[in-house]
């Protein structure tokens, strides 16, 4: 059974930072893609970055120069470092994982709030 475990979401003052992780366990089969994705209240869920197994990335252009994802393969984690948070990072803040044979797991998410 693979589980995500994802950590570091908290309560931040606008300018703050914040270093969320995301912790698979179980028999993957070999993990792909990791990536993180939000959601904000009444709004739909969007990517806001990932990074493949070759360590390309991506990055919503909401969060570009501020955020940065990172991965640790021994580990089975992805990080996403915030920097600079602004009040619209407000969200929950979902990991998500897709092996070699293209299954997608998903984290439980974990809250994120900035205040003003």
């Known amino acids: 059974q693979v589980q995500l475990v994802e950590s570091g979401g908290g309560l931040v003052q606008a300018g703050g930072s914040l270093r969320l992780s995301c912790a698979a366990s179980?028999?993957?089969?070999?993990?792909?893609?990791m990536g993180w994705y939000r959601q904000a209240p009444g709004k739909q869920r969007e990517l806001v970055a990932a990074?493949?197994?070759?360590?390309?990335?991506t990055y919503a252009d909401s969060v570009k120069g501020r955020f940065t994802i990172s991965r640790d393969n021994a580990k089975k984690t992805v990080y996403l470092q915030m920097n600079s948070l602004k009040p619209e990072d407000t969200a929950v803040y979902y990991c998500?994982?897709?092996?070699?044979?293209?299954?997608?797991?998903w984290g439980q998410g974990t809250q994120v709030t900035v205040s003003s």
């Open positions: 998500r994982i897709t092996n070699m044979l293209g299954t997608l797991y």
């Open positions: 179980g028999n993957i089969f070999g993990i792909n893609s």
């Open positions: 990074i493949t197994s070759g360590g390309s990335t």
